[in-house]
């Protein structure tokens, strides 16, 4: 018998998307990063993100507001992705009955934290016992201000492809908190994402944004999905793919290479996004300027192939599937 | 240290409200059945509700798309109670990679049966993985026509308290399912209930209706929350409390009390009501009549004590707590 494991998570989903129903009222279902429905002349976003002991986080390693607050980020980068403004939020949570009083309420604080850091509140929600471990899932709505925002297909031949910030280190924090090795600045990546929310307002509007994602499973998975929809392909430049000093001197101390985490590394919850050439110089300055936070061009579209090339050579796209 | 099982799952939920922010924009927050939000001049629900393996179900006894049926009706019927009509759907599953295909494609087509039946799809999700077990998370959206909802708190003192349908039969069929007993009636209500959604938004309606909740927990539970917040008690009347005949039938065949399932018996579904005993008659009758399901006075608010009694006297208000 077919096991989910077997076809994975990517084709899993789209199995699903297969057997239920639709309606005119959804412009985006199951497949982008937020649904998104129209209510009149508004447009309403949401999405959830489920998050599972053991699997996602380890109590030994995480404090319970660090799981929270990462849990909301996850579910906000979502919202970002569409250039979204969250609204509201509601958070279920299964554990065990023996569960410390002060677990529950400190994993809260954490999710109540990010979200009112971006305008959002704990609306309702579900707690429910567990026979082991515990499991969060937080769905966020929001809403589009304007009638435009943005999907993974849109790319067009010719676009690069864009980050904000910097790549790979949520994923070198977790190294460092599996193999025990001192990186503070890492872990606290880690464990303390920043959705993108303003910056992802900031890029639907602009015109010459054509297409975006969060990256959350790396930079290669995410980028193939901004493909893959269009039929096209990328070509990612190396030498663009710079790593912040904190991951270069960790991957430096450590004989690692810097590269496979920010290829392969999620959780980053940065911003990838396709954009025209042309207006790329003045639109990458102007956010710079207005966000005080790096964007660099790390590669292009092309019709020359589909999938993801780095320096003209196919890459495994290793990242993160939940099945396989 | 205390735990979530020292204090309960209601104490919880009120500790959980007072650490996490809240808006204006929030009418109603944590405590209710569903959450409603303002968007300009709509109303806005919000609910959810996790399903998790071997606490809620059993994959011995449940098959996936009765599960899934199941765990969406009970966010569904959170959305009944305030007079909704429920619009979008979000479902976060976890399972084990060697969870067969199939089993997820038919958890998913019972959430979708159920929720297309109201008017409602599902629009996002999650899957994620777990070490063991099924996890199920359905948040239901949904929209109030008009600015008139039902509230938990609103009962007054002399109103009648109401139930539509007939109480039991979920937990007579779940009791059915353990002892391996034949109950085909009692065993479907288990696992096929249907949301009081057209019922809820014509009680909503009706201004001599005061307040409203789901039977989630058992009659003697749910009445309890009914007057929590409004200081007063109920006293059920033991006579008028008559059970379906499949259940009536079944505790007579194997000796078993027919009232202890109605009082103490969750996962009915049904909609509990206060009403005006003034219009009581005319509103009952009215109810019959357009909905051709039975609707029933099983007691009164009082100011004479704070509580539930049955016959006059104090009841143990056995229900269901997640964590005790």
Known sequence: ???????????????IARVIPTSPAVLEGIGDDCAVMRLDDRLLLASCDMSVEGVHFRREQAAPDDIGWKVAAAALSDIAAMGGTPRFALAAVSCPPDTPLTFVEELFKGMGNVLSQFGAVIVGGDTTRSRTGVAIDVTVLGEIYGDRYLRRTGAQIGDLLAVTGRLGLSAAGLHALEQRLDAPELVAAHFHPDPRIPEGQWLSTQTDVHAMI???DGLAQDAGHLVEASDLGINLNGERIVPAPPLAEYCQRHGLTALDFMLAGGEDYELLFALDPHSAPTLLDSFR???RTDATIVGEFTDAWTGIRLDGKPVAVAGFDHFK
């Open 214 to 216: 969060d990256v959350s």
């Open 289 to 291: 300027t207005t966000f």
């Open 1 to 15: 018998m077919k096991t989910v494991r077997d076809i994975g998570e990517f084709a899993l989903i789209e199995r």
